[in-house]
């Protein structure tokens, strides 16, 4: 059983670690040992959250843990390449709840969160330290960049693409073959029936440029 440090004290810090006792408890000896969460707010440093203790910084965790996993539970995305480029060099497992359903042609990075009840269909191919959130479904052939991020619900269809850092709100949808540029983001809700640019918003009110 491998130690694992949860970074990010907050609601997706809870649901990975309920995934991983899910997965402890459906296998035929636990997979991991969650030691607790780091978190860089100062009110964090120190104590108990959802159960288990606070380690303070990630930098402090990673100098107290120097041989255990890590997985960065942090749903912003900028946020979450930011800690794991100051992370590099140690391991970071993949998290996928057993009730998700993963073609075995689908491939799956390090890194990378896929919750209860999500879909990545055949050859799709999930990016570095993605997140593909409960419920969501991911079609054939579609790929997804390093940090991108699939909200609760939300549907991509076969062959999209998402950009590094690119995000999909809850119950948005996209029509096959559309791509999703580098840091865009579809709307909770919104349909993206044709190409998202890089650096913008879509939403029900229309494609809008985010400023530089």
């Not at 970074?7 to 030691?35: D, F, H, K, T, Y």
């Not at 391991?91 to 209860?116: E, K, L, N, Y």
Request: hydrophobic content about 45%; proline content about 6%; aromatic content about 6%.
């Amino acid at each position: 059983m491998k130690d694992l440090v949860i970074v990010g004290a907050g609601g997706l810090g809870r649901e990975v670690a309920w995934s991983i006792e899910r997965i402890n408890a459906a296998a035929s000896a636990p997979r991991w040992r969650i030691v607790g969460f780091a978190d860089d707010a100062p009110d964090k440093e120190s104590g108990v959250f959802a159960g288990r203790p606070l380690l303070g910084s990630c930098a402090k965790a990673a100098r107290d843990w120097p041989d255990a996993d890590f997985f960065i539970a942090v749903g912003d995305n900028k946020t979450r390449q930011k800690i794991a480029s100051s992370l590099d060099g140690r391991a970071f497992p993949s998290i996928v709840d057993p009730a998700a359903d993963i073609a075995p042609t689908a491939s799956v990075s390090r890194g990378v969160f896929v919750g209860p009840r999500a879909v990545v269909s055949v050859d799709a191919k999930i990016g570095l330290f993605a997140i593909v959130n409960a419920r969501a479904g991911v079609g054939h052939d579609s790929c997804l960049g390093a940090f991108s991020q699939v909200c609760p619900g939300a549907s991509l269809s076969g062959a999209t693409t998402l950009g590094e850092c690119a995000f999909v709100g809850t119950n948005a949808c996209t029509l096959p073959g559309v791509s999703v540029g580098d840091d865009a983001k579809i709307a909770a809700g919104t349909s993206a029936y044709c190409n998202v640019p890089g650096g913008a918003t879509l939403s029900p009110f229309g494609t809008l440029k985010n400023p530089a």
